[in-house]
């Protein structure tokens, strides 16, 4: 049985969202007031959002300290001083993305050019269909890196909304400021094409409207 995580009554999703099974009295609203929105209580990394949600964004945190990405590795970190450890495949594949994910919802992976290849298994570990457009970042060259592009593999779970042409799938949106950080242009784009609730995992940064989930590396995002 699922229970609301404010009024702790017995709820199930029905037509979009959360509703209550059983009458009588919010437990935790002394009030007796109508809460925003019944959300399930949620145990695992995701206990602190509100999911399902429509539209996920995710950036894990790749490895690069072996070659060999399948193998756990400590990353880039105590190498170069990046802020976070990173992750393994096999981590990142069981994290329980579907949990979170509504009946008909878009997924939207950040990966880099190493784990591209394995973007497509991730996504479907998460409960996600791969489709057939891949958005590209085209980055302005700089002496500190040889690779100048990053990739978003769209995903999608049951009928979300058709999504708009773009009339594009690259993009040269300028370098952000703090390492893995995102454009904020990006945010505007998933927007435009995709309805709430949103949210991202692994967020650098937070966003007006969103909610974020990191492991408490991310600046801004909850712990």
Known sequence: MTCCAVCREPIVFEGGKWVRLARGEHIDDPAGDQHGGHAPEQGGPFAELSPPYSTIVADPP??????????????Y???????????????????????????DARLFLWVT??????AWSIAEAWGFQPQDRTLVWCKSPRATT???TEFVLIAKRGNPPR???????WFQWAHQRGHSTKPAAFGD???SWCPGPYVELFARAPRLGWDAWGKGYETGASA
């Not at 790749?62 to 990353?75: F, I, L, R, V």
């Not at 105590?78 to 009946?103: C, F, H, N, Q």
């Open 146 to 148: 040889p690779v100048t």
């Open 163 to 169: 999504m708009p042409w773009h009339g594009t799938t």
């Open 62 to 75: 790749w490895q690069y300290a072996k070659t060999n990405p399948d193998k756990s590795a400590e990353g």
């Open 113 to 118: 050019n190493r784990y591209l290849r394995h």
């Open 189 to 191: 784009l998933v927007e």
């Open 77 to 103: 970190a105590g190498k170069v001083g990046l802020p976070y450890s990173g992750m393994t495949l096999d981590e990142i594949r069981a994290m329980p993305v579907a949990e979170i994910a509504a009946d």
